[in-house]
């Protein structure tokens, strides 16, 4: 029993930023109405700028601050393209429009960073923030989900609070209506993108100890990103909060247990199918009948 606990603990790092990158793919999808598949892209090109100063002899947490910014940036050149030439496409156009360019980073990073081949990613927060039931917490993991519930409460006050976040619900609903309004649809778009990418970025340093840290590894971290934001159904910050969390912790379980040991990244990939099949679960019944 206290191998699983021990587990579950552990898993609680990758749960904080799955449930992270799940909120800011909510947060994306309900802004501009993109399913946004480059989001966990956007974070590792901000890494690897990190990495990259690291490993030449840069000090930290000015690295930081200067991938944290490549990946805003990167964001906004993202943005820049899906505002400007696919503004008015529709929800599955701008979904494959995604897809590619999250294949084009991942081709482009591999190219840059050396292929697959692991760097040496600094580990941020090391060391131990307090035990629970016996088993040490992590400062990364307290630290990861402290973010998640942040990015979560700030997004749900700015979009019911604030005269901007309804601004850009409308810019989502109706993009030429809000543009004829008087809203700046192409700035605010921008802003969405290059917020989210600063949010995944930093996720994304805290996580890449923990991984193997090459440009394949973290740009993949997009599927229980999307899980997450599945299970809050696009809509939901708070579910998807709450199912990152929940699959970092069904993660770590399985890593315990040696018979599932080796399919543990596939947990993801069963989620969404178990969402999507639940989610038309009505159109099925109503069939049968």
Known sequence: MNALLTSAVAG???????ALLGVCAVFTYRLVAVVNFTGAAIGTAGTFVLI??????????????????????TGVAVGNIMTRWFGEASASTKAAVTVALLVGLIAIGLRLTG???????PELFPGSAFRLAGVEVTIASVLTIGLA???????????????????LR????????????GV???????????????????????IAPQRSPNFMTLSLLVVPALAAALIGVFRSFWWALAGGIALGIVEGLASSIDSVSQYRSAIPFLVVLAVLLWSQREARWDEAR
């Open 12 to 18: 609680l790092t990758a749960g904080g930023t799955y």
């Open 52 to 73: 990259a100063l690291f490993e030449a002899g840069f000090p930290i947490w000015p690295s930081v601050l200067a991938g944290i910014a490549a990946g805003t940036a």
């Open 115 to 121: 292929g697959q081949h692991p760097h040496n990613m």
């Open 149 to 167: 519930v942040l990015f979560t409460i700030l997004s749900d006050l700015f979009l019911n609070r604030t005269k901007i976040g309804l601004n």
């Open 170 to 181: 409308a810019l989502a609903d109706r993009p030429m209506a809000a543009e004829l309004l």
């Open 184 to 206: 700046r649809v192409q700035l605010l778009s921008l802003l969405v993108w290059g917020m989210t990418g600063a949010f995944t970025t930093f996720a994304l340093m805290i």
